[in-house]
C-alpha cells in the first residue's frame, strides 16, 4: 500500500515536470514553418542550403555551422553521434556566447524556434538516417569543487596531456595549438580555459563534464570519455573551472589609480603587485573588439580580454596590463602553417604552370603589441577625440609596447600616427610573455614638458583612457587590431583628514540635538497635562 | 551404386564450391612510380622527439629502391559472384612511434576496428568522416586499446591525429568489395579468387591520384603491373 501510495504522489509530484519537457524526438517543429523562418533570420550566416556560407559568414571566426556536415559541437550525445533535437534547440534559444550566433529565446517563440531546428535538419542525411533513439551522456552524482578534487583533477590535466592544446596554465598554448583546423580546414584555436564566460557551451563545471566526455564533433577536441568514469569527470571538470575567477569580472568603467608610498617597479613580477603588495588590488577589466570602424577591417581579433590596474605616487602614475595570447610573436618570426610540421604538394608543379597571381598568404608573423590611449590635451567638456586613435580635431596620445620596444606616439587618425622622437620617450617599463598570458608595466611622470603631445596626469581628476592590442601570428597590423572604448582613469586623491574627524562630530550634533528634542516634547507634554 | 557415388561427388562438389566460383584466378602485380622518384626533404619534428624522433620520412609516398609505391589501393570492380565480404576479420589500426599503422586501411563495411595506441603519449583519433559515424577520441597511454563503433557505409575516410598534425595520417577506405587491397613495401599485391571475367582496376594513391586498369582473369592467375604517373593539375 505504501508503494502505491508513493508511487502516486511521485506521479503527480513528477507530471509538471514531465509536461514542461518537450520530446525529445522530432515531430515537435513543423520543417515548411522552419523554412519559412531560416530563411528570414538565418540565411544570411548560414546560407540558403545550410552550408555555413551566407554572405556574413567570410566575417566569423568561427565560421558558423554548415548544417550540410552533420557535425555537430554541443551536444549531450555521445561522440560522433548526432545532437538531440533538444541539443540544437538550446543553441538556437541560447546562442553561442563569443561567436556571432546570437540567442533566439526572446525573437521567436518556442515554437518557431522548435520548428527551425526540424528545418535545419532536413540539410544533412545524417539525421534521416539516426532512426535509432540517441544515447545521451549522463552526469553522474556531483562532487562538489574543492581543493582536493582540484587537486586530483590537476593531475588528469596532466596525465591526459590536455596541455598539449590547452597549455600548462590552461590559456590555450599548448605545442599542439597554432596547428590546429577544425574539420572544414579552418584554423580553429584551443580555448583558453582561464576565461569561463567565453565557453560556447556553458562555462560551469557541469558543462566542461559535458565536454570533456562528448568531445566537440568537428573539431580537434576528441572526447575523453574512455578514460574518464563519474568522478573523474567531476575532478577535471573541477580543475578546469577552477582555473577562471569564481564570478565573471564586472566592468567598472573608471579605474582607480591607487595612491602608493614608495617607488614603481616596472617588473610585473615583484611582490608590488601581488596580492598583499602595495599594487596588490584586483585589476578592471575590459572586453576588447575587432577594429571595424576603419578601413582595412578586423572581424577575427585574438585579444578579447584586457585587465588593467594603475598606481601612482607623488612622481608618477604606472599601469599593469595584462592579456592573453596563445603565441609570443616578433617581426619575422616564422608562422606555422595550418595542418603542421609538413603538409606539401608531392607533384605540385607536375604539368603545371607555376601560378604567380594568387597572392601568397602571409608566412611570418609581426609584432605582439599594446598601446594605451590618453587624450593629448584633455579636452574642454564631454568631448574626446575619436575612440579609434583620435581625429583630425582632436590627437590622442599612445604608449606603446610593441615586442619589448617602448615607443610613444601621437595619433590624428587610425592611419595618420605620427612617431615622437624616440630619445626623448619618457615612458619606462618591462615585463614579458608567459605561459599564455602578456604582463606588461608601463609608466611615466604625471607631468612632462610637452604639455601639447603628451598627457597630463592631475591627481583628483579624470583622465580617459583606452586600449589596443595586436596579436602578430594573427595577422595583425596596421589598421588590424583589438580596440577598447574610452574609459577613465582617476587618481585617487588621499582621504583628507577632515573625513575621519566630521563624521563623529555630526553625529554627536545629531545625538545632541535629538536628545534636545526629547527632552522639549516631554517637558511640553507634562505642561500640557 | 556407382551412379549414387557420382552422384553424391557432385553434390560435394556443388557444396563445397557452389558459392563461390570453382575456377577462380588471383590477380597480382607491382605498382610503381612511372616518373623518377621525386626529392623529399624529411619532416622535422617539433613535439614529443623521445617518442616521435627527430626526423621522419613523409608517409605520403614511400617508394621501394626500385620505385614501387607501397600504400597503393588496388580494387577490382564490378565482380558479381565470389567470395563473400569478411566483416569478422579482426583489424588492427595502431599508433606507434607517432604513425598510424597501416598508413591506409581497408575495412570491410559492416565491420569494426580496434585501435591500438603502443606510445607513451596520448594521440587523439579523429576521422574525417561524412557517412559514417566521425571519430575523435583521445586516447592517452593508459587507454592501450579501444574498438571502433562499426563502419556502416563505403567512404573514403582522412583520419589524423590533431595533437601530432602533419607527423600523423592514415586513410580508411571502407568497401562493400571483397577485392580491394592495399600494395605492401616493394608496391607488390596479391587479389584471390576472382572469378573468371574482364574487369576494371582502379588503383589509388594519396599523392598520385586515381588511375583506371583493366584485367583479364580467364582459367589462370593473370597478372597487372602498373606505372602510376603523377596527374597534371587543372
Known sequence: MRTILSLFFFLILALPAFADEKPASGGSGNVEAGKVIYDKRCIFCHGKEGAGDGPASERFSPKPRDFTMGLFKYRTTPNGMMPTDDDLFKVVSHGLPGTGMPAWDDVLSEQDRRDVVAYIKTFSERFAKQTEPLPVVAIGAEIPSSPESIEKGRELFQKLECFKCHGNEGRGNGPSALTLTDDKGDPILPRNLTLNWHFRGGGEAKDIYMRINTGLNGTPMPSFTDSLDNEKSWHLANYVRSLSPATRPAMDVVIKSKKVTGAIPTDPADPFWQAGGEGGQDANWFPMVGQVVRHERHFTPTVRDIFVKSVFNQDEIGFLISWNDPSESKEGDPLPTPGGAVEEDLFGSFGQEEDSSKAAAPTTASDDAISVQFPSVKPEGFKKPFFVRGDDKLSVNLWNWTAGKLSESNSNGIDKETMQAQEGVAIQGAGGYKEGQYQIVLKRSLLSDDKVNDTQFEVGKFTSIAFQARDGHNGETGTKMSISHWYFVLLEPETPKEVFIYPPLVFLAVLGFELILRWRLRKSNDSKK | ?234
Open chain 2, 1 to 234: 551404386m556407382k551412379k549414387s557415388l557420382v552422384l553424391v561427388v557432385v553434390w560435394a562438389i556443388i557444396v563445397v564450391f557452389g558459392a563461390s566460383p570453382v575456377f577462380a584466378g588471383s590477380v597480382s602485380g607491382t605498382i610503381k612510380l612511372g616518373i623518377a622518384a621525386p626529392s623529399m626533404a624529411p619532416i622535422k619534428v617539433d613535439k614529443d622527439q623521445e617518442v616521435c624522433g627527430k626526423e621522419r620520412v613523409s608517409d605520403k609516398l614511400i617508394l621501394s629502391g626500385d620505385n614501387g609505391i607501397a600504400n597503393a589501393m588496388i580494387t577490382i570492380k564490378g565482380v558479381t559472384g565470389g567470395k563473400k565480404l569478411d566483416t569478422a576479420k579482426k583489424i588492427e589500426f595502431v599508433q606507434e612511434k607517432c604513425q598510424f599503422k597501416p598508413h591506409v586501411l581497408v575495412i570491410p563495411k559492416g565491420a569494426e576496428i580496434d585501435i591500438v595506441n603502443n606510445d607513451p603519449i596520448t594521440h587523439n583519433i579523429h576521422t574525417f568522416a561524412r557517412k559514417n559515424q566521425s571519430i575523435n577520441k583521445a586516447q592517452p597511454a593508459s587507454l592501450k586499446r579501444f574498438t571502433s563503433p562499426k563502419f556502416t557505409e563505403v567512404e573514403q575516410i582522412k583520419v589524423q591525429c590533431d595533437i601530432h598534425r602533419g607527423l600523423m595520417s592514415a586513410w580508411f577506405f571502407v568497401t562493400d568489395s571483397p577485392y580491394t587491397v592495399v600494395s605492401d613495401a616493394s608496391g607488390k599485391f596479391n587479389i584471390t579468387d576472382v572469378p573468371p571475367g574482364t574487369y576494371e582496376v582502379e588503383i589509388w594513391h594519396e599523392a598520385l591520384g586515381k588511375q583506371t586498369e583493366k584485367v583479364t582473369v580467364a582459367a589462370g592467375d593473370a597478372t597487372l603491373n602498373v606505372s602510376l604517373m603523377p596527374q597534371a593539375k587543372k
